[in-house]
């Protein structure tokens, strides 16, 4: 738990702190994009096909509700090395969607990143692995 110390007014120290931290706190609002909704990329190949199918059907049944799943693709498209389907889902789904990736993934690896709207930046770094890590294809993005 984060200390809150209720004995500290913040009215008192207003005056003398606003003026040093608006401008860095504008600064970084600026910077920092904001996560629209994220992405959670099934990694397989020939031999985990049936798996990743499998899988697949259950994420249909227990989050088919909150996420949206793209196609199947037996081949790798986009930036990924691998075969792989893709999961989308909002940001206040994260929690219920990552947990339950997991803790349900078995031996298939998984990618997840958000979308902010800057996708170099969201594929390179901000990538969260479930399983192995492999390094992506970015030149797609220039
Ligand atoms: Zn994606």
């Known amino acids: 738990m984060p200390h809150i110390d209720d004995h500290d007014d913040p009215q008192s120290h207003t005056q003398s702190h606003s003026q040093s931290h608006s401008q860095s706190d ?26 990743a199918w499998d899988l697949r059907q259950v994420i249909e049944a227990r989050l088919g509700d909150v996420v949206a799943l793209g196609r199947f693709h037996e081949k790798p498209v986009g930036p990924h090395p691998q075969w792989s389907y893709q999961i989308a889902f909002d940001d206040g789904q994260f929690r219920r969607v990552f947990e339950w990736l997991v803790m349900h993934h078995g031996a298939l690896d998984i990618f997840v ?16 692995w479930i399983g192995r890590s492999y390094p992506l294809n970015l030149g797609i993005f220039g």
């Open 113 to 128: 990143h958000p979308n902010t709207g800057h996708a170099l930046s969201d594929h390179r770094d901000r990538a969260v």
């Open 26 to 51: 504008t600064q970084a609002a600026a910077v920092t994009p904001r996560i629209q909704d994220w992405h959670a990329h099934v990694y397989f190949d020939a031999s985990s096909r049936d798996a």
